[in-house]
């Protein structure tokens, strides 16, 4: 099934899908969700922020080839590393995130 999300390791079971036979997901299937590629973070306080010009370099808190977070809706859903595709950024993912507390 090509609608199927690629299976996890140390996943104990594939969700459960309702009994209607997937209509409901189905039904889900063209919301749109706000998703982000995070590279890192830094702190700073405002009198900082409003000094920035071009040719700042800011320092984040992860080293230079980490991989970077994806986020939907502002929740962790995987990882992956930083690729250029046609002149644009992209991620390639390398690892789907379990939303199951101790997976």
Do not use: C, F, K, W
Not at 66 to 81: I, K, Q, S, T
């Amino acid at each position: 099934a090509a609608d199927r999300v690629p299976s996890q390791r140390g996943a104990a079971a594939p969700p459960r899908r309702p009994a209607d036979g997937g209509a409901t997901l189905r039904m889900l299937q063209h919301v749109e969700m706000t998703l982000t590629a995070e590279i890192g973070r830094t702190r700073m306080p405002v009198r900082q922020v409003l000094e920035l010009v071009p040719g700042t370099v800011l320092e984040l808190d992860r080293e230079a080839g980490a991989p970077a977070d994806v986020m939907v809706n502002g929740r962790l859903v995987a990882r992956g590393e930083v690729v250029v595709v046609d002149e644009h950024y992209g991620i390639r993912i390398t690892e789907i995130v379990s939303s199951e507390p101790g997976a």
